[in-house]
């Protein structure tokens, strides 16, 4: 069983940064891809950016040159560094894992951000 626990959202200006960070703890020699998905009020749960065991790393469109995703192994951790946001940002970011097959491991609690002035 995976276990992920997400932090670091919270209240930005527009134009500014943040950095949220996944935990990953239980059977992570099952994970091959972690991501991060978000949901806005009124609005689907989107794949925000995703990096696979061997580093390959996708972006949704919305995100691609503001967002970065990264991890670190050795402390089983996710990274998404979000740069230049903005108000249509805010969402609950969710962290999740995959199998190689594709197959959902886990979803972490959420981490609100909210983009405001």
Known sequence: QVQLVESGGGLVQPGGSLR?????????FQIYVM??????PGKQREL???ITSGGSTS????AKGRFTISRE???NMVYLQMNSLKPEDTAVYYCNAHRID???LAWGQGTQVTVSS
């Open 48 to 50: 925000v950016a995703s």
């Open 59 to 62: 972006y949704a469109d919305s």
């Open 102 to 104: 594709s197959r959902v």
């Open 35 to 40: 991501g991060w998905y978000r949901q806005a």
């Open 20 to 28: 949220l960070s996944c935990a990953a703890s239980g059977s992570i």
């Open 73 to 75: 192994n050795a402390k």
